[in-house]
């Protein structure tokens, strides 16, 4: 069954066993490989749900990888790395990382992260559309599909969540922690930033000012909110 269809990229045949075996006893269907252009075409030719993808590769690097999978698709993307510091963080959700797991690890904390991202995927159910200014911005949760001006925007799946998550509160001012836990879920473990960034990325996208947004709002020392019109 391809919801539950696994890439692992990963050059250290050790790690990717490990991780390929913890996911297996969950139920996951995992497919590795060591290089990042076999990466590429295994992703061509399968559904995956979900790509772990190691930053150091012998042939493409995991950057480039990340880039070439975002020109497609909106798939979750883990992203494993020896960099540990908060602007490869940030660089690493810049590109359309939408997790990011810092070498040595856990491979039950990355079975946990795995098994909390499909949790949200299946109840996933809601299939309102929301639209906003005279149908000019159109977010459509079941085909996870936004429009603006007729134009069809890609999103990563988290930037998606987030944009979703403050439209269908339109005019709630929602902090950091209230997105964290409705588009991470609870057990999230990433960094107070992770909604900065991906609120920074989601502006560019959308707004024609970012100065002066129009959907996005910062509302200062709480959170955000979304100000479309219905």
Known sequence: MHMKNILIIEDEEKVSGVLKAYLEKEGYT???TTKGLEGIQLFKKIEFKLVILDLMLPDLSGEEVCKIIRETSD????????KGTLTDRIDGLNIGADEYLVKPFSPRELTARVNALFRRLI?????????????????DYEKRMVKLNN?????????????YA??????????REQLIDKVFGVDF??????IDVHIKNIRKKLEEDTRKPRYIITVMRVGYKFGGEN
């Open 30 to 32: 995992v497919h590795c």
């Open 75 to 82: 798939v979750h993307i883990f992203m494993l790395t020896a």
């Open 123 to 139: 109840t996933a159910s809601d299939s309102s559309i929301l639209s906003f200014d005279n149908n000019m911005l159109i977010i």
């Open 151 to 163: 134009k069809e925007i890609t999103f990563t799946p988290n930037e998606f969540d987030i944009l």
């Open 166 to 175: 403050l439209a269908v509160n339109k005019g709630i001012v929602l902090t």
């Open 189 to 194: 473990e990433g960094f107070d930033r992770t």
